[in-house]
């Protein structure tokens, strides 16, 4: 039988239950023996909540793990992690907890369980469970009545890139608590941003972010179809949206450049020649008989701002017809 090393508090009056513990298949609850070891706890031990307990334990942290199938346990335990009986015991037993479970609601309902409220005082709770912006106000506001502190994360990463320079984390919440913790939390990602003190602006900075992401690579899948309609392999067209890509950071930032100094003068490509340029792009799509929602979308947009007498400003003009308003003014 292969036995994993688990640290104990003291090895005598617990070998016995080890034993037993492994005997049966189950991972037996330890206590850290006493450390100068920074210590963090880690709710959740999904893929996600997993590659976090790693990333601590790989820094020398004094790891205590909980969930609800205890056996998912069992790998961290034997990389030197401690189990804990409950989440009460979890949180009880770290200054910092981290969470990450599927979904805010699943969160709340550990947080909101028996004996755990008494646990938060003096304790700081930083949620990466995805959810609402108003879940994570709604969390915040329970935790700091309970005396605790709270931080709520988005993570812009998969779980293999956790610790890496792959990962990017966004936090919000108190100011106080993030400076007080973001040496710990850099472990997890070495990249990561401070959204402000609303607890909420985390999970809408994520929000927007996937709104970004993905209705870009809608993009990218609708251009590769017409691309593939005329013979062009998938390979030659992600090479020509390589080219676009290369291109598209410096557009951002004369955007954003534009947006900061309400400058929409189109003295480089008015609106107009982009919509017209557009709809020849849905009229191709159209006749090789593709679907065309996300040149709909931008052609939505642009009709509004011509409609408002924004046809011979630049595209960046489409950020005030979307409704964004200018942060400096």
Excluded at 3 to 16: D, K
Excluded at 139 to 149: L, N, Q
Excluded at 182 to 198: I, N, P, T, W
Excluded at 241 to 248: V, W
Aim: no cysteine; hydrophobic share 45%; glycine share 8%.
């Amino acid at each position: 039988m292969t036995t994993m090393p688990i640290r104990l508090r003291s090895v005598a009056p617990v070998a016995a239950t080890v034993l037993l513990g492994l005997f049966l298949g189950s991972v037996p609850v330890i206590s850290h023996a006493a450390s100068n070891h920074p210590r963090v706890s880690v709710i959740g031990l999904g893929r996600m909540g997993s590659s976090l307990a790693k990333a601590f334990l790989s820094k020398g942290f004094n790891v205590t793990v909980w969930n609800r199938t205890a056996s998912k346990a069992q790998p961290l335990v034997s990389a030197g992690a401690v189990l804990a009986a409950s989440p009460t015991d979890a949180i009880a037993d770290s200054p910092l907890t981290i969470i990450s479970l599927s979904a805010k609601p699943v969160s709340r309902s550990i947080l909101t369980g028996s004996d755990v409220s008494a646990a938060l005082r003096g304790h700081t709770i930083v949620d990466l469970s995805t959810g609402s912006p108003a879940e994570a106000r709604s969390a915040s506001e329970y935790v700091v009545a309970a005396g605790g502190s709270y931080l709520d994360g988005a993570i812009l990463a998969y779980p293999r890139e956790i610790g890496t320079n792959g990962a990017t984390i966004l936090y919000a919440g108190s100011a106080d608590t993030f400076r007080a913790n973001a040496k710990a939390l850099a472990v997890l990602a070495s990249d990561q941003h401070y959204m402000g003190e609303d607890p909420g602006a985390a999970a809408t900075a994520n929000l927007a972010g996937l709104d970004y992401f993905f209705v870009a690579a809608e993009a990218y899948m609708e251009g590769a179809a017409l691309a593939q309609a005329v013979g062009i392999k998938l390979d030659q067209f992600r090479a020509i949206a390589a080219a676009h890509t290369r291109k598209l950071d410096p557009l951002l930032e004369e955007i954003n450049r534009r947006i900061k100094a309400g400058d929409y003068a189109g003295d480089q490509a008015p609106l107009n020649d982009y919509s017209d340029a557009f709809k020849m792009i849905r009229q191709a799509l159209i006749e090789k008989g593709l679907g065309h929602e996300a040149v709909d979308s931008f052609l939505s947009y642009a009709e509004s701002a011509k409609k408002a007498n924004d046809g011979d400003k630049d595209l960046a003009v489409l950020y005030r017809t979307i409704g964004g308003r200018n942060e400096n003014r």
